[in-house]
């Protein structure tokens, strides 16, 4: 039973350009979240989706924008990238109704 | 605005101790806890969860505790291992369900 997975698992990008990170789900899972983690500090929460809608939205600027497909996957996108966008961004999904989630591994994203 | 706390920030042990690792929240009314665990570079791993009627949660050496008055849950790893040797992450889940909110974590290190 394949868990979240996340892609690409490294990337570097040049200020002021946009990326776009990719996840899918663990089988059975609807719902999909993305997280932030900077170095050194616990995982922020930038937004979760449901039924393809942006159901909640942390303290992050508009730069950074969802997408869920019908299958369930995700993407996050980030545009005018900052080197402060620097960070490993999760994937966590979770099923409604259920209790727990499940994070892939992440992605390493480095601004230069 | 829920904060969780995490103390200590690091603990450094000898194999075979028991040892015990803080959590503390501002708001207690949450959805449920969930401890995970981080090795360098990757993503998290759930330990335990504990829904908001639960009191504590086993798995193995871990025992995890809920008090959510006092806004406090503990993890406690019975004879540490240097395999256990990671960073453990705790979060609470808001009252929608909807996102987690992680503490900054300790950062464990068990030498044999």
């Known amino acids: 039973d394949a868990g979240v997975t996340q892609s690409p698992t490294h990337l570097i990008k040049t200020r002021g350009q946009q990326v776009t990170l990719r996840c899918s789900p663990k089988s059975g899972h609807d719902t999909v979240s993305w997280y932030q983690q900077a170095l050194g500090q616990g995982p922020q929460f930038i937004f979760q989706?449901?039924?393809?809608?942006?159901?909640q939205r942390g303290n992050f600027p508009d730069r950074f924008s969802g997408h869920q497909f019908p299958n369930y996957s995700s993407e996050l996108n980030v545009n005018a990238l900052l080197l402060g966008d620097s960070a490993l961004y999760l994937c966590a999904s979770s099923a409604q109704g259920a209790y727990g989630y499940t994070f892939g591994s992440g992605t390493r994203l480095t601004v230069v | 605005k829920q904060e969780v706390t995490q103390i200590p920030a690091a603990l450094s042990v000898p194999e075979g101790e028991n040892l015990v690792l803080n959590c503390s929240f501002t708001d207690s009314a949450i959805y449920n806890l969930q401890w995970f665990r981080q090795d360098p570079g990757k993503g998290l791993t759930s330990l335990l969860l504990?829904?908001?009627?639960?009191r504590e949660q086993t798995s193995g050496r871990l025992n995890a505790s809920l008090d959510k008055s006092s806004g406090r849950s503990t993890l406690y790893i019975a004879a540490s291992q240097p395999g256990d040797s990671a960073t453990y992450l705790c979060a609470v889940v808001n009252q929608a369900g909807t996102a987690l909110i992680f503490g900054k974590g300790t950062t464990l290190s068990v030498s044999s």
């Open positions: 989706y449901y039924e393809e809608e942006e159901r």
């Open positions: 504990i829904q908001s009627s639960q």
